[in-house]
C-alpha cells in the first residue's frame, strides 16, 4: 500500500481542479467512456482526455483497452489513503465544529430523483443581506464564478418576471461554459424561479432545466433551498450538484465578510 508523501502529493493535486473531482464523482456511479462524460461536463474531448490522463497518473482512475472504446473506472485505493490521511485530524475539526455550534448539520444535498436536484444551507446572516449578496451586481462580482478556480465576464442580469440574464464562466485551462436563463418568478427577498442552460461554443443551448430558489427564516440566519429540475441525465444532475454546492460555497465565504449595513 501506497503512504508516501510523494503520493499522496499526486493524488491531491489531481484532486484539486474542480473539473476532476466532478469527473471522479460521475465515475463513482460506473465506468464512462471520453464523449460520456464530456457531455455533462460541457468541456471537449480533448479536454477530458487531458484530465483523464491526469487521474490516471495519480493512480485515481484506470483504462480499459475495449477497442477504441476505453472506458474510464474510479481506484478505490488513493482515495482511501487520502481517507486515512485526513482521518487523522478529525479529532480535531470535530472538536472545533462542536465548540462553534450545537446546532443540526446546516448543509444537506439531496438527489429526489434522477432528474432532480435538492439543495439546502443555512446560512448565518439575515435574509436581506443574504438575497441582496444573491442578486446584486456589486456583490456578484465578489463570488460568482463557481466552480472554485473559475472566473466570470459577460455578467447581466434583468431581476424581473421575463426578464434575462447570463454569464460566462472561464475555466483555468481557457475553456468557455455559457449560461443564459428567464426568470419566471421574482418575489423579492423570498424566492427566484428561472430557467438555466448552457451554450457552446457554436450558439447551440443545452438541456433547460428549472431552478427554484427560496429564501427563509432560519433564527438569527438564513435558510438557502436549492431545486433544480429536468435534468437528461444522472451524469448532468451529479455535475451540477458539484457546480452548485462550489459556488455556494463560495457564496458562504463572501457573505461572511459582510455585515448587515451592507445590505
Known amino acids: 500500500m501506497r503512504h508516501n508523501s510523494a503520493d499522496l502529493d499526486s493524488t491531491f493535486a489531481a484532486l484539486a481542479d474542480p473539473t476532476r473531482r ?3 464523482a460521475r465515475l463513482a456511479l ?4 471520453v464523449t460520456e462524460l464530456a457531455k455533462p461536463f460541457r468541456i471537449s474531448q480533448p479536454a477530458i482526455s487531458r484530465h483523464l490522463k491526469v487521474l490516471e497518473s495519480a493512480g485515481l482512475i484506470s483504462r ?6 476505453r472506458p474510464a473506472r474510479i481506484e478505490a485505493a488513493p482515495l482511501k489513503e487520502v481517507a486515512e490521511w485526513i482521518g487523522k485530524y478529525r479529532q480535531f475539526w470535530e472538536s472545533e465544529l462542536d465548540s462553534r455550534s450545537n446546532s443540526p448539520q446546516n448543509q444537506t444535498t439531496a438527489f429526489p430523483s434522477e432528474t432532480e436536484l435538492l439543495i439546502t444551507r443555512i446560512i448565518g446572516a439575515p435574509r436581506s443581506l443574504v438575497y441582496d449578496a444573491w442578486t446584486r451586481p456589486e456583490h456578484l462580482q465578489h463570488w460568482q ?4 478556480g473559475m472566473t466570470t465576464s459577460d455578467r447581466a442580469a ?3 418576471n421575463g426578464g434575462e440574464y447570463r454569464v460566462t464562466m472561464h475555466a483555468p485551462d481557457g475553456t468557455r461554459h455559457r449560461l443564459r436563463g428567464v426568470y419566471h418568478e421574482v418575489v423579492p427577498g423570498r424566492k427566484l424561479v428561472f430557467t438555466h442552460f448552457w451554450v457552446d461554443e457554436k ?3 443545452d438541456k433547460e432545466t428549472l431552478v427554484t430558489l427560496t429564501f427563509d427564516d432560519e433564527g438569527e440566519g438564513t435558510l ?3 431545486r433544480q429540475t429536468g435534468f437528461e441525465s444522472v451524469g448532468s444532475r451529479d455535475g451540477h450538484s458539484h457546480g452548485w454546492n462550489s459556488a455556494i460555497d463560495r457564496f458562504t465565504e463572501y457573505v461572511d465578510t459582510l455585515d448587515g ?3
Open 224 to 226: 438557502l433551498t436549492l
Open 261 to 263: 449595513s451592507a445590505a
Open 30 to 33: 460506473g465506468e464512462a467512456s
Open 145 to 148: 464564478g463557481a466552480p472554485q
Open 64 to 69: 480499459g483497452r475495449e477497442a477504441q472504446w
Open 203 to 205: 450558439g447551440k443551448p
Open 22 to 24: 466532478a469527473i471522479l
Open 158 to 160: 434583468d431581476l424581473r
